[in-house]
Each structure stands twice: as structure tokens, then as C-alpha cells.
């Protein structure tokens, strides 16, 4: 097994499979796949806030307030 990690642009790549021919379908697998990254990301910095709280407070009760700028326009 290798140590090597794709880059973010060839997970991205791979997932919209580029075509030559079919631009505007490359352009939606590119913008669901950039979709599915900030979620993940978000989720990421969610559970680790939500740890953080509890490591320093005792309590998590405020994680889903939180600014969380990977959630971009939601409250």
C-alpha cells in the first residue's frame, strides 16, 4: 500500500470524470462533488468543536449555534 494522498483536485477530477465532449456535465459532477467536500469539512469542524467544548466546558450544548463558517447562509 502506498502513503501517497490524492490531491482534492484529482478526487475531483475522477469524480466528475472529465469528458471532452460533455462540458456541462462535468461542470455538475465538479459542483456536487465541491458540495459533498464542504459538508464533509463542516461535519469535521462541527464534531471537533463539539469536542473541544467538551474537553474545556464539560459541555457541548451550544455546537449547533456555533459559527461554523463552512456552513455558509445557515443559522
Known sequence: MS???PTTEEVRDAFAE???DDFV???KAEAGFDRWL???KAQAWQEGYK???LDNYGSSSD???ADNHYRKGEK
Open 3 to 5: 502513503d501517497y494522498t
Open 25 to 27: 456535465g462535468w461542470f
Open 51 to 53: 469536542q473541544g467544548s
Open 38 to 40: 464542504a459538508e464533509v
Open 18 to 20: 472529465i469528458k471532452e
Open 63 to 65: 455546537v449547533k449555534y
